[in-house]
């Protein structure tokens, strides 16, 4: 038996930030030993919010390649691409929205969600209502056992089984219906306390330098009963202490828990040391990331090499479709 395997995607909108990285990313790392894992960088997904102006996708697609790899994405294990570079995803994403009824986009909770969210997009276009028939696609043309998806993304999956369960049924096949393989992280707070969303602007960039996450987490919210240095406070109410938590040493957070309700340690100086955490925490993906920005031609052999080996699959499952379709 060869191993299960296991499909996900991430959309290059921005620079990737501390919360995909102890969210999705590190999950990807740890899953590729164990499954044949299809990591791909989906800029067509990307396309249908930035389609008026997409002249930054090219460039973010790239540093997000780079970001992946510094992370630990190992191509060695994996196979990392971009999924415009596999025509297939369009050719079965048409394919499946023959069969998708509308009244199942229209009801996806993050469709509407969305649309009030970004309101200086217009996203009332096909391409953004059939974004969920592209990623039922992205699943099935590797025919993936598993996904990986936080607790939101679950109706999304649930949407794209319920797709192939449809065109099981009405092609008398059997592809499979993949398996949800849930991510346990607790949510990251952003700078201003909210989610660590790109949508918010309140994130700490993967790639940046020592002196600017110290920058960014001067700005951090804390608790705002602390007005004066000496004020006692509550830890639990602050986004720095978060990271402690995450980051921090038993002792060293027992101390600083007792020291702020104290008001015995000011709120810059937890912050100093909270921002030397994190950035011990990236030295390595920093030294990573170096080393393949100035090696780009083993970047470009990655990404090749990953798109050869999706199309492979890809083409296999397509060649099932259409035979089943009757084409
Ligand atoms: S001392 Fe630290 S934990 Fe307490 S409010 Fe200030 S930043 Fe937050």
């Given at each position: 038996m060869g191993k299960k395997r296991l499909v996900s995607g991430i959309q290059p909108t921005g620079r990737m930030h501390l919360?995909?990285?102890l969210g999705a990313i590190q999950n990807w790392v740890s899953l590729q030993d164990d499954y044949e894992s299809f990591f791909m960088i989906v800029d067509l997904h990307a396309l249908t919010s930035v389609y008026e102006d997409p002249s930054q996708l090219r460039k973010s697609k790239r540093e997000l390649a780079i970001d992946l790899?510094?992370?630990?994405?190992?191509?060695?294990?994996a196979c990392l691409f971009y999924q415009s570079e596999v025509v297939e995803h369009a050719e079965l994403h048409l394919y499946l929205s023959m069969v998708t009824p509308l009244s199942w986009?229209?009801?996806?909770?993050?469709?509407?969600g969305k649309i009030a969210e970004l309101k200086e997009k217009d996203l009332h276009t096909y391409g953004f209502l059939g974004y969920p028939v592209l990623q039922a696609a992205d699943i099935l043309l590797y025919q993936g056992d598993v996904v990986p998806v936080g607790k939101d993304q679950l109706p999304?999956?649930?949407?794209?089984?319920?797709?192939?369960?449809?065109?099981n049924h009405l092609y008398k096949t059997d592809f499979p219906e993949a398996d949800e393989s849930l991510t346990h992280f607790p949510l990251l707070p952003g700078l201003d306390g909210r989610k660590m969303?790109?949508?918010?602007?309140?994130?700490?960039?993967?790639?940046?330098?020592?002196?600017?996450?110290?920058?960014?987490?001067?700005k951090m919210t804390t608790d705002p009963q602390r007005v004066r240095r000496n004020d006692p406070g509550n830890p639990e109410v602050c986004s720095v202490f978060s990271y402690h938590k995450l980051f921090n040493t038993e002792y060293s957070l027992k101390?600083?828990?007792?020291?702020?309700?104290a008001g015995s340690i000011g709120?810059?100086?937890?912050?100093?040391?909270?921002?030397?955490?994190?950035?011990?925490?990236?030295a390595t993906f920093r030294e990573k990331r170096a080393y393949f920005e100035a090696n780009p031609d083993i970047v470009d052999a990655v990404l090749d090499r990953g798109a050869k080996r999706a199309s492979e699959v890809a083409k296999d499952t397509m060649k099932c479709v259409k035979k089943v379709i009757g084409l």
């Open positions: 919360g995909n990285y790899l510094a992370s630990g994405v190992d191509p060695e294990k986009l229209e009801r996806v909770p993050t469709y509407k999304h999956l649930e949407l794209a089984r319920q797709i192939v369960r449809r065109f969303s790109k949508s918010y602007k309140n994130t700490i960039p993967l790639s940046s330098t020592p002196e600017e996450i110290t920058a960014l987490v001067l101390k600083i828990d007792a020291q702020c309700r709120c810059v100086d937890c912050k100093q040391q909270c921002a030397a955490l994190i950035v011990d925490k990236l």
